[in-house]
Nanobody
Framework: QVQLVESGGGLVQPGGSLSLSCAAS????????MGWYRQAPGKERELVADITKHARTNYADSVRGRFAISRDNAANTVYLQMNTLKPEDTAVYYCNAVASDYSNPGRYREVWGQGTLVTVSS
């Protein structure tokens, strides 16, 4: 199985920056796309950004130009650098990966982290 563990959430003032990281572990055979989603109170979970194995990125319109996603394939880790944070960025941020493990290398499944809270407030 593949597990994801996020870190880096916390409280930050509007206009500030925060960096999230997510490390995959377990019997990883291969990881395709990795990404970040978020869910604010009373709202549905939404895509923030994702990145392919070959570093092609995709961003939600609401974060484009402020957030940057990157990954280290050797470390099975994805990062999210968040700049110029706004109160509306407050949410639980979830890491996501499409991965296969050695028990069934040809079967890719979606894996989720446990989430990390980001609060943007003065």
């Amino acid at each position: 199985q593949v597990q994801l563990v996020e870190s880096g959430g916390g409280l930050v003032q509007p206009g500030g920056s925060l960096s999230l990281s997510c490390a995959a572990s377990g019997s990883i055979f291969s990881i395709n796309a990795m990404g970040w989603y978020r869910q604010a109170p009373g709202k549905e979970r939404e895509l923030v950004a994702d990145i392919t194995k070959h570093a092609r990125t995709n961003y939600a319109d609401s974060v484009r130009g402020r957030f940057a996603i990157s990954r280290d394939n050797a470390a099975n880790t994805v990062y999210l650098q968040m700049n110029t944070l706004k109160p509306e960025d407050t949410a639980v941020y979830y890491c996501n990966a499409v991965a296969s493990d050695y028990s069934n290398p040809g079967r890719y499944r979606e894996v989720w982290g446990q989430g990390t809270l980001v609060t943007v407030s003065s």
